[in-house]
């Protein structure tokens, strides 16, 4: 799954969802600059993770307080520069959801793709 046009693959891993917004930002922001500086970036959305994807929760998770940004920003700030979704089938069965009730453009893997992405990693940092 991982291209051989790039010379550093990082894999990140969001296993907080809705429940814990104040983890929800970060790992989209730093996969935005990974790709900006021309890396290869993925994010895996395992356990609750698969929570933060949904189309009707996006737009509602905002900053805390008056600064920052909505998770929408990071996400579509990630997205723009080529970070891909990806999303563990379980996991969508844990939070009684489904591929349709995310936004678009998120992939589902199972769970020998996710091992061989993280062999295959040049780094695998877990939120």
């Not at 010379?7 to 989209?28: E, M, W």
């Not at 020998?112 to 877990?126: E, G, Q, T």
Request: charged share 20%.
């Amino acid at each position: 799954m991982w291209s051989e046009e790039f010379d550093s693959k990082i894999l990140y891993v969001q296993t907080h969802g809705v429940d814990d917004p104040g983890r929800s930002a970060t790992p989209f922001f730093l996969a935005a600059s990974a790709a900006a500086m021309d890396s290869e970036v993925m994010i895996y959305f395992t356990m609750y993770g698969p929570t933060l994807l949904q189309r009707e929760v996006i737009d509602k998770i905002g900053p805390k307080g008056d600064r920052g940004q909505p998770l929408r920003h990071f996400i579509d700030q990630a997205t723009t520069l080529g970070v891909r979704l990806l999303v563990c089938q379980p996991s969508l069965d844990l939070n009684d959801l489904d591929l349709d009730s995310l936004i678009d453009g998120v992939e589902m893997i199972g769970g020998a793709a996710f091992n061989d992405l993280a062999i295959n990693a040049d780094a695998v940092i877990s939120f």
